[in-house]
């Protein structure tokens, strides 16, 4: 069997180790001070502030939150493929999924009459009439709507647009620093205190405050996807047979080895989900074809006996929200899940 976690990306050796180290850093917390990025790659500040003004130009960086929807109490994540049968305007599709607050992101498929949405909403009520909203407003173009709840993300986030901020139960001077902080997580108190027309300490405070409330997991980027690699979505379906986590724990060790300093994590998305799909991946490869041999196959041998059904695209244009493409430690980031039982899991 071929070794799917072993492989080397030529994207990532486009760019220095240096380079590859501040992205990481930025990743993993975006608000990281100037002076600390420096200290930590062992370079003088100069230097490290020219290099993260080059890596924001080449990469599109845009420095964001990773919010906790649990937390902030936006029950109703969804992942959404919608097939077209007729010819689509994707300006027009982009214009309807922008006039709600519920779809975060949305991303066109490379060849195909398709689209892939994340949604969220404050209210069960709310996502239902977006559901058969949005369906009836794209009926001209004879579409097939797939929705399916999100169970669990095991690695990555999915940005959140500032529409669904102003719409949360929480304090008005929360929001007002959520949103500011969600448009650019590296703001200093000195700019939220013009933006919000408070007073320097009462903006430290709050922050504090806003921190200890748990709304925030991480400060962090999303950088521009590159037009040099292939982003390969995979949605599957499969029937548990015995042994499932011995076989799950296989393609858990492929999605947790990485290399050591990447520009990008490999697997930005992986997420377990219910309805017409048991699960969604996201990986970033050198190009489509090795994607299917390193990811798509890894699934199809791994999840045979579960009758795995793989269903695989190549992604092309974000229509709508970010791609959460950023520089994470997969083996530190994965949240591994069990669906079986702790005996089933022993006998496994």
Same mark, same amino acid.
């Given at each position: 069997m071929e070794d799917y976690a072993d492989f080397k990306s030529a994207f990532n050796e486009k760019y220095s180790p240096l380079s590859r180290k501040i992205l990481r850093l930025l990743s993993e917390d975006s608000r990281m001070p100037v002076t600390a990025i420096a200290k930590q790659v062992g370079v003088s500040r100069r230097t490290a502030k020219e290099r993260i003004e080059r890596i924001e130009k080449e990469l599109g960086v845009r420095y964001t939150l990773e919010l906790n929807e649990e937390v902030l109490r936006i029950p109703n994540p969804h992942m959404v493929v919608v097939r077209f049968r007729e010819e689509p305007d994707y300006d027009e599709i982009a214009k309807v999924l922008n006039r709600s607050y519920i779809p975060q992101l949305a991303v066109r498929a490379n060849g195909e009459r398709e689209i892939y949405i994340y949604a969220n909403s404050v209210s069960h009520s709310e996502y239902t009439r977006w559901d058969k909203t949005t369906q009836s407003e794209l009926a001209k173009y004879k579409v097939l709507w797939e929705s399916s709840e999100v169970a669990h993300k095991q690695l990555g986030f999915f940005p959140l647009r500032n529409e669904i901020i102003d719409r949360l139960e929480i304090a008005d001077k929360y929001k007002s620093m959520l949103k500011l902080l969600n448009s650019n997580s590296r703001i200093s108190f000195q700019q939220m205190s013009k933006a919000m027309g408070m007073h320097f300490n009462t903006v430290a405070y709050n922050f504090g405050k806003l921190l200890k409330l748990g709304y925030i997991k991480k400060f962090t980027l999303v950088c521009r996807p590159p037009k040099e690699v292939s982003i390969v979505a995979i949605f599957g379906k499969y029937a548990l047979a015995e042994n499932f986590e011995s076989d799950a724990s296989k393609i858990r060790r492929v999605f947790r080895s990485d290399e050591e300093l990447t520009a990008f994590a490999r #697997? &930005?998305?992986?997420?377990?989900?219910?309805g017409t799909y048991d699960f969604f991946d996201?990986?970033?490869?050198?190009?489509a074809e090795v994607g299917k041999r390193k990811f798509v196959a890894a699934y199809k041998e791994m999840l045979k006996r579960h009758l795995a059904r793989i269903y695989h695209r190549e992604l092309a244009d974000v229509?709508?929200?970010?791609? &959460?493409?950023?520089?994470?430690?997969?083996?530190?980031? #994965?949240?591994?899940?069990?669906?079986?039982?702790?005996?089933?899991?022993?006998?496994a």
């Amino acid at each position: 069997m071929e070794d799917y976690a072993d492989f080397k990306s030529a994207f990532n050796e486009k760019y220095s180790p240096l380079s590859r180290k501040i992205l990481r850093l930025l990743s993993e917390d975006s608000r990281m001070p100037v002076t600390a990025i420096a200290k930590q790659v062992g370079v003088s500040r100069r230097t490290a502030k020219e290099r993260i003004e080059r890596i924001e130009k080449e990469l599109g960086v845009r420095y964001t939150l990773e919010l906790n929807e649990e937390v902030l109490r936006i029950p109703n994540p969804h992942m959404v493929v919608v097939r077209f049968r007729e010819e689509p305007d994707y300006d027009e599709i982009a214009k309807v999924l922008n006039r709600s607050y519920i779809p975060q992101l949305a991303v066109r498929a490379n060849g195909e009459r398709e689209i892939y949405i994340y949604a969220n909403s404050v209210s069960h009520s709310e996502y239902t009439r977006w559901d058969k909203t949005t369906q009836s407003e794209l009926a001209k173009y004879k579409v097939l709507w797939e929705s399916s709840e999100v169970a669990h993300k095991q690695l990555g986030f999915f940005p959140l647009r500032n529409e669904i901020i102003d719409r949360l139960e929480i304090a008005d001077k929360y929001k007002s620093m959520l949103k500011l902080l969600n448009s650019n997580s590296r703001i200093s108190f000195q700019q939220m205190s013009k933006a919000m027309g408070m007073h320097f300490n009462t903006v430290a405070y709050n922050f504090g405050k806003l921190l200890k409330l748990g709304y925030i997991k991480k400060f962090t980027l999303v950088c521009r996807p590159p037009k040099e690699v292939s982003i390969v979505a995979i949605f599957g379906k499969y029937a548990l047979a015995e042994n499932f986590e011995s076989d799950a724990s296989k393609i858990r060790r492929v999605f947790r080895s990485d290399e050591e300093l990447t520009a990008f994590a490999r #697997y &930005p998305i992986i997420a377990q989900l219910i309805g017409t799909y048991d699960f969604f991946d996201v990986g970033v490869f050198d190009n489509a074809e090795v994607g299917k041999r390193k990811f798509v196959a890894a699934y199809k041998e791994m999840l045979k006996r579960h009758l795995a059904r793989i269903y695989h695209r190549e992604l092309a244009d974000v229509i709508l929200g970010d791609m &959460p493409i950023r520089s994470v430690d997969d083996s530190k980031e #994965y949240n591994v899940l069990k669906w079986t039982s702790e005996e089933e899991t022993r006998k496994a």
